[in-house]
């Protein structure tokens, strides 16, 4: 399976942004930042971000990006450790 990064914005308008949060949550998943997550899928950057599209609106900015080790990073000891092992 690849670790992919989810990467958005909050809505603008202060739409919910609930439906996608969940949307993530369905994958084994880590959360990065307020506005990012590590999901482990064996779907494609594209097919996930298709999926996530439809939940926001078309003002939110969103990236899904494949991650692969080596990577570099300072947060949570269990952040940390959900990336070395997926």
Not at 7 to 35: E, Q, V
Request: proline share 7%.
């Amino acid at each position: 399976m690849a670790v992919l990064i989810i990467i958005f914005d909050y809505s603008p308008t202060g739409a919910s942004h609930y439906p996608m949060i969940r949307a993530i949550k369905n994958y084994p998943w880590a959360k990065l930042t307020n506005t990012s997550y590590a999901i482990s899928t064996d779907l494609t950057p594209q097919a996930v971000f298709t999926q996530l599209r439809s939940l926001m609106e078309s003002s939110c900015n969103l990236y899904v990006i494949t991650s692969r080790k080596p990577f570099a990073g300072y947060g949570p000891e269990s952040v940390n450790e959900w990336m070395q092992q997926h």
